[in-house]
């Protein structure tokens, strides 16, 4: 049994604008405020307040948030204020449950069954309106499919509406293809998510029946980041509303994000209009970041005319921290590092997040925080080694490692690049951006891994992708959040890091209308007011490691920038004496060409004259790493790559570097206890 909360003591736990939203149990409310204000916090109390007054029962309120994560939290949130059994969903979850239940009595027999594969059968459509798209074109079809049915536009109302909409397509095109997607899956008895907001919304528009008895079922509603609605949501919601007036809206229009997949803050903007009685509060105390974080949130939004400014009401933190770095590499790099200390200065690993502009960027900071040891958990978007990009190129790794002949002669950056050009891949970035351009980023960070592992043969390298994609699967509930901006919406870290801002990466290439740089914008304010205490901004000038250094921040950080630590370019390893002057044989001074040859710096012929002891030493000391590490051994370091160390006695990092394969991370990592090692037989 659980206690019934006293209405008092919610409302003792907020400020009195919030109050004021929580004590208007019925009727129309608006909350318009800024980030981190409470309005998450406040419907959550109103939701409870209600239930606890009697003013609603909890079966008879429905609370829509935005992702699942969001709905989960609300019920928890819900449950520890002591209130049970109200219904907190997404609009797609609540369109399902309530489709299954009334479709029968509407329609008759089983709703259609949802379509699983929407990327296929986009590719079918397409083929039908005889085009022949690539992949990444068929992903673009699929967005403005999905477009189309956010924004309530018929296929042949398409051309019309798209007019202006800057796409690589003939609108005739995809109208056609619209058309046709829409023609296969009916022809199947499929239904998209959309249709099932949709065929729910037209259910209860064209029964009474139906309607009465859901209006009679549910009696209060709350949209939670409602400035994101998009027209198909709102015609479901007006559909659960009827002309009745129980509806509570919170959002912030300074955090609309969504424009693109047909999302618009009008309705929250709008709500006014549409029910003047409304009860509207606005909140400017911001309870979740320190006064350094939202100056700085405040900043980002210096130039946008009609912003609610915020106020903050925590104690001071440490400033924003601002880094430059020479490239993508050292900015994860330096971005785990900081990561390994704040864990070890006490902040949860779950209470990190690394926020990034697009999903592609995951891969470099998946490989630095396997390196630096730290856990970690990726939201939104497809894990690294789950994309198909990805997969595909595994395979064709493994195939080549088969094959037998791959771990010799070439070293295996170049055996990586060679396998993936055969997909189309070249070193150099195509000059498109979207899905071409995540997938050339997945295929890039493949490479810069093999290049970060060059002491590895192929099959080693294979045998690591394995490991990797595996360990990603364990749950990994303590581990630090990687996720885009876009996925990071109403949430909240006590430190967060907000990478890559780059013009180009924020706002992104394509944005091109004055709408579409001010979206960016609003993705930079959602970033900042996620934190805390903690905020690091980063960027890096140059793509890879040794390119040139061309780029620059982003414009949105213009004036905001201070304390500017610029990474001086970091004591790089030199890759593997490619292109420079030939490796020789210590022995007998032959060129040498075989990677194993130029890891050991001899002709695998000519004798060893290596310290055993030293070798036996370095094994145990590898073995005993790898343990604490929890990875192979071959991760700490080859057999090889012992052997040279054992043969060639480094007695400095120099040394130790002119051993290929012994890249920046590993020197990081072991380069000292190495060195202490070989000092210590010496
Ligand atoms: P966003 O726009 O990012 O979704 P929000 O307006 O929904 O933010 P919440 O997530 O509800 O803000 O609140 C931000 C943080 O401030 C939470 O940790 C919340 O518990 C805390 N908070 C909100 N209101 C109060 C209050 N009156 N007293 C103390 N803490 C509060
Ligand atoms: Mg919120």
């Not at 736990?13 to 800024?34: F, H, K, M, T, Y």
């Not at 370019?569 to 001074?589: K, L």
Request: with cysteine.
């Amino acid at each position: 049994m659980h206690v019934v909360p006293a209405p008092d003591a919610l409302l003792e736990a907020l400020d009195p604008e919030q109050r004021a939203a929580v004590e208007a149990v019925s009727g129309p409310v608006c909350i318009l405020a800024g980030a981190g204000t409470g309005k998450t916090r406040t419907i959550t109390h109103r939701a409870a307040y209600a239930v606890a007054t009697g003013a609603v029962a909890p079966s008879a309120l429905l609370a829509v948030t935005f992702t699942a994560r969001a709905a989960g939290e609300m019920r928890t949130r819900l449950r520890q204020l002591g209130v049970e059994g109200v219904q907190a969903r997404t609009f797609h979850a609540a369109a399902m449950k309530q489709l299954g239940y009334f479709w029968p009595k509407a329609v008759g027999g089983a709703p259609p069954n949802l379509l699983t594969n929407k990327f296929q059968m986009v590719a079918n459509a397409a083929a039908r309106a005889r085009l022949r798209p690539g992949t990444s074109e068929i992903r673009d079809l699929l967005s403005e499919v999905e477009w189309a049915a956010s924004t309530l536009t018929a296929p042949e109302d398409y051309v019309a509406r798209a007019a202006g909409r800057g796409l690589p397509f003939e609108a005739a095109d995809v109208a056609a293809v619209y058309a046709a997607y829409r023609d296969l899956k009916t022809a199947q008895g499929l239904a998209d998510f959309d249709d099932m907001l949709l065929y729910t919304a037209g259910i209860l528009e064209e029964h009474q029946d139906v309607a009465a008895e859901f209006r009679d079922r549910y009696r209060s509603f709350v949209v939670d980041e409602y400035q994101d609605v998009t027209p198909l949501q709102q015609r479901l919601l007006d559909a659960w509303l009827g002309d009745r007036q129980d509806l509570c809206v919170v959002g912030d229009a300074q955090q609309t994000i969504y424009s693109f997949t047909g999302a618009t803050p009008q309705y929250l903007l709008g709500f006014r209009r549409r029910f003047p009685q409304a009860t509207e509060v606005r909140l400017v105390r911001d309870y979740r970041s320190t006064p350094q974080v939202v100056e700085l949130a405040n900043g980002v939004l210096s130039a946008v005319p009609e912003k609610l400014e915020l106020h903050a009401q925590r104690p001071e933190g440490p400033a924003p921290r601002f880094e430059e770095h020479t490239d993508e590499t050292a900015e994860a790099d330096a971005v785990a590092s900081r990561c390994r200390e704040l864990i070890r200065s006490g902040v949860a690993a779950a209470e990190i997040a690394i926020l990034y502009r697009i999903n592609a960027q995951s891969a470099g900071y998946e490989a630095a925080l396997t390196n630096a040891g730290v856990p970690y958990v990726v939201r939104g978007g497809e894990r690294f080694f789950e994309r198909p990009e990805v997969r595909e190129a595994v395979l064709l790794l493994r195939g080549q490692a088969r094959a037998g002949d791959a771990d010799l002669p070439e070293a295996l950056p170049d055996a990586v690049a060679s396998v993936l050009a055969v997909r189309g891949w070249t070193a150099e970035p195509p000059a498109s951006s979207g899905a071409v351009r995540e997938r050339w980023e997945s295929l890039a960070a493949l490479h810069r891994l093999a290049l970060d592992l060059s002491d590895m043969t192929l099959t080693e390298f294979v045998a690591e992708l394995d490991e990797r994609a595996t360990a990603q699967h364990a749950p990994a509930a303590a581990g630090v959040t990687l996720a885009s901006l876009h996925a990071a919406k109403g949430l909240e870290w006590d430190a967060v890091f907000l990478v890559g801002l780059v013009d180009g990466t924020l706002p992104l290439v394509h944005a091109d209308t004055t709408e579409q740089v001010e979206e960016e914008r609003r993705l930079l304010y959602v970033g900042v007011t996620r934190a805390r205490e903690h905020l690091s901004l980063s960027w890096a000038l140059a793509r890879a490691p040794g390119g040139r250094q061309t780029r620059r921040p982003s414009r949105f950080l213009d004036g905001l920038v201070r304390g500017v630590v610029s990474k001086a370019p970091p004591p790089r390893a030199p890759r593997a004496a490619r292109g420079s002057a030939p490796v020789t044989c210590r022995i007998c001074a032959a060129v040498l060409n075989a990677a194993v040859d130029k890891k050991l710096g001899r002709c695998a012929g000519c004798p060893s004259d290596r310290d055993e002891a030293l070798f036996e030493q370095l094994r145990e000391w590898r073995a005993d790493r790898a343990r604490g590490l929890g990875q192979p051994a071959y991760c700490v370091f080859t057999d090889a790559t012992l052997a040279a160390i054992a043969e060639q006695l480094p007695t400095d990092v120099a040394g130790l570097v002119s051993i290929p394969g012994i890249g920046q991370s590993k020197l990081d990592k072991f380069g000292d206890e190495v060195l202490a090692l070989v000092s210590s037989r010496a």
